[in-house]
């Protein structure tokens, strides 16, 4: 099956830097990467997603890069603020399974204003 | 357009007792999922199903966890007996369409204690 490592576990900056968040997954068949993000007592949120066929995806502020070779993906913030202070979860299908996500354990992300 | 409807959000009850979840999907999906959370083991999933149907349940712990999905608007997750192993938060999720590559939308979970 699927196996994601996420990487780091706690990241902490200072308001207006820049955070980056990576994953290496192991099955070589995903296609599909979707970024996560989980307040305090809340469920997590799709928050940006990049499908196999390119290499970068941007969303304002949020970008996510997929190198397929090396089978990893990243989660890039820039310009943070105090509320991107949370969790973030990567995740990946377990091959071409259907609806079958395995996540990363998470990155604790806090900004200091 | 409301959410993932997920009740009770916080339920302690006490080793041996019955414990059931409830979650409504969000309306018109056809894909419902049920995940536990804790801190050693992370996001996990236990069980899905597809236009009510289970799929995947390879995730359930044990035989004490059973779920089912009566109609499109509702499903459940009981636990019987319940253990304090158990305690976690447990989210329902939904997404339209079959494969890996559709949104799932989280609900807002519920924190189950079981002393």
């Known amino acids: 099956g699927e196996n994601v490592e996420q990487h780091p576990s706690t990241l902490s900056v200072q308001e207006g830097d820049s955070a980056v968040i990576k994953c290496t997954y192991s099955d070589s068949a995903s296609n599909y990467f979707p970024w996560y993000k989980q307040e305090l007592g809340k469920g997590p949120q799709l928050i940006i997603d990049i499908r196999s066929n390119v290499g970068e995806k941007k969303d304002q502020r949020i970008a996510v890069t997929l190198n397929k070779t090396a089978k990893h993906f990243s989660l890039h913030i820039t310009e943070t603020q105090p509320e991107d202070s949370a969790v973030y979860f990567c995740?990946?299908?377990?091959?071409?399974?259907?609806?079958?996500?395995?996540f990363g354990q998470g990155t604790i992300l806090t900004v200091h204003p | 357009d409301a959410g993932v409807i997920q009740s009770p959000r916080h339920e302690v009850t006490e080793m041996g007792q019955e414990v059931t979840l409830r979650c409504k999907p969000i309306s018109g999906h056809n894909s419902l999922f049920w995940y536990r959370q804790t801190m050693m083991r992370g996001l996990e999933l236990l069980i899905y199903f597809n236009n009510n149907v289970p799929i995947d349940d390879s995730g359930m712990p044990e035989d004490r966890f059973s779920a089912k999905m009566p109609n499109a608007s509702f499903s459940t997750l009981k636990i019987q007996p319940s253990e304090p192993r158990d305690s976690a938060v447990y989210f329902c999720?939904?997404?339209w369409g079959s494969g890996a590559q559709e949104t799932q939308y989280f609900g807002p979970g519920t924190r189950l204690l079981v002393l």
């Open positions: 995740a990946a299908p377990r091959g071409t399974s259907y609806g079958k996500l395995t």
């Open positions: 999720a939904s997404s």
